[in-house]
């Protein structure tokens, strides 16, 4: 049987399901650890022995979605109180997200922090005042936009919120085989970390650095030897100087041509 993988509404967490008969963009319930959640079928990715499974329950139900939305409106309520909570501790964190599970005996609060937190007290405070199991999660700066959304410098709705699943490991070299400034303004997200759209094209830059020549070096062209001034990858094409006569020549010639 198929599995099918699910995105859950309570986490950017993705589970898989034995289910071959479920299209993409269905909603869903699941049992997780014996927590009701709710999901989202879509496009299976590679599915490895490390994956996380649940159980398929049904498909979900009208009351299912209004429970759902009547669970955001509650987590919105306690992600108020518990920065409140959180800020009369003196705790040297961020409270980014509250989520419940379908039936809201599981509250999760996902934080960031820099440095390791005690949240005892806070999670005797929280306990005191919810009857529910209380889960402190503390994620990343990518996982907290993730979860919140935002605009990227590209002006569309930020990847990690958009489809992306899970986060590839993104290097500044994938920005210098671009020939991207390393500014942080430039090659940043929101959340603060190196955009997560470095890694889409790196692949076909990093083969173009191998096919290129380098800037100011000197190359033969069909015109003779002449100095490299810039290269264009996307057209495949390089630019190169010629002195003559105390003055300079600029042709640009693609790697076809320099090739013959």
């Given at each position: 049987m198929q599995m099918i993988e699910v995105l859950l509404y309570s986490?950017?967490?993705s589970v898989f399901i034995n289910n071959d008969?479920?299209?993409?963009?269905?909603?869903?319930?699941?049992?997780l650890d014996g927590n009701l959640e709710l999901g989202i079928t879509k496009q299976p990715q590679k599915v490895n022995d490390n994956s996380i499974r649940a159980d398929f329950i049904r498909i979900a139900t009208t009351e299912d979605k209004k429970a759902n939305c009547?669970?955001?409106?509650?987590?919105r309520t306690l992600l108020a109180e518990i920065k409140k909570d959180a800020q009369k501790l003196n705790l040297d964190m961020k409270v980014g997200n509250i989520s419940t599970n379908l039936d809201r005996s599981k509250i999760i609060v996902n934080y960031t922090a820099e440095e390791r937190v005690d949240f005892r007290d806070l999670l005797r405070v929280l306990n005191s005042?919810?009857?529910a199991r209380i889960e402190m999660k503390q994620i990343g700066n990518r996982d907290e936009t993730k979860m919140i959304g935002a605009l990227g410098v590209c002006g569309r709705e930020t990847c990690c919120k958009a489809f992306l699943s899970d986060f590839d490991k993104i290097s500044v070299k994938m920005a210098k085989n671009q020939n991207i400034s390393p500014n942080p303004t430039k090659i940043n997200g929101m959340c603060g970390r190196l955009l997560c759209c470095l890694k889409y094209e790196d692949e076909y830059y990093a083969k173009m650095q191998e096919r290129m020549p380098k800037i100011n070096s000197m190359?033969?062209?069909p015109d003779g030897q002449g100095k490299v001034t810039s290269t264009d990858?996307?057209?495949?094409?390089?630019?190169v100087s010629f002195e003559k006569d105390e003055t300079t020549e600029i042709k640009i010639y693609t790697l076809e041509e320099l090739k013959r």
């Amino acid at each position: 049987m198929q599995m099918i993988e699910v995105l859950l509404y309570s986490s950017p967490m993705s589970v898989f399901i034995n289910n071959d008969k479920i299209e993409p963009n269905t909603v869903v319930v699941v049992s997780l650890d014996g927590n009701l959640e709710l999901g989202i079928t879509k496009q299976p990715q590679k599915v490895n022995d490390n994956s996380i499974r649940a159980d398929f329950i049904r498909i979900a139900t009208t009351e299912d979605k209004k429970a759902n939305c009547e669970n955001c409106k509650y987590a919105r309520t306690l992600l108020a109180e518990i920065k409140k909570d959180a800020q009369k501790l003196n705790l040297d964190m961020k409270v980014g997200n509250i989520s419940t599970n379908l039936d809201r005996s599981k509250i999760i609060v996902n934080y960031t922090a820099e440095e390791r937190v005690d949240f005892r007290d806070l999670l005797r405070v929280l306990n005191s005042k919810y009857k529910a199991r209380i889960e402190m999660k503390q994620i990343g700066n990518r996982d907290e936009t993730k979860m919140i959304g935002a605009l990227g410098v590209c002006g569309r709705e930020t990847c990690c919120k958009a489809f992306l699943s899970d986060f590839d490991k993104i290097s500044v070299k994938m920005a210098k085989n671009q020939n991207i400034s390393p500014n942080p303004t430039k090659i940043n997200g929101m959340c603060g970390r190196l955009l997560c759209c470095l890694k889409y094209e790196d692949e076909y830059y990093a083969k173009m650095q191998e096919r290129m020549p380098k800037i100011n070096s000197m190359i033969k062209t069909p015109d003779g030897q002449g100095k490299v001034t810039s290269t264009d990858f996307l057209k495949e094409t390089v630019t190169v100087s010629f002195e003559k006569d105390e003055t300079t020549e600029i042709k640009i010639y693609t790697l076809e041509e320099l090739k013959r």
